[in-house]
């Protein structure tokens, strides 16, 4: 068995495998905008970077810079080893939805 080789980064490209596992958390000060259905949904510079081996980057915003009334809990939940408990919600803006988007 031989191990595939890793594609070539290009300058400023992260890789997946390079993440490391437990997860880091980073807060960065970048802007991370959510838009759904033509709607600005999030909006924050006060985001945190969640990087684990083999996931591709996840943000995290602060509920406070989310429009909450367009997301509705869900009952479904996932655990994970190192970030606990999480729980979901759906995204709806006039007739769209996004099942256990957020």
Not at 8 to 23: M, V
Not at 56 to 70: A, T
């Amino acid at each position: 068995m031989t191990a595939e080789p890793r594609a070539k980064l290009e300058p400023g490209q992260e890789s997946l495998w390079d993440y490391p596992r437990p997860p880091r958390v980073e807060d960065t000060a970048r802007p991370v905008q959510v838009t759904f259905n033509g709607l600005l949904i999030a909006d924050t510079t006060r985001a945190r970077r969640v990087l684990e081996t083999s996931h591709p980057p996840v943000y995290y915003i602060p509920p406070e810079d989310v429009r909450l009334e367009h997301l509705s809990r869900t009952g479904r939940s996932t655990v994970c080893e190192f970030k606990g408990r999480a729980g979901y919600y759906t995204v709806t803006v006039g007739d769209r939805r996004a099942e256990n988007a957020a």
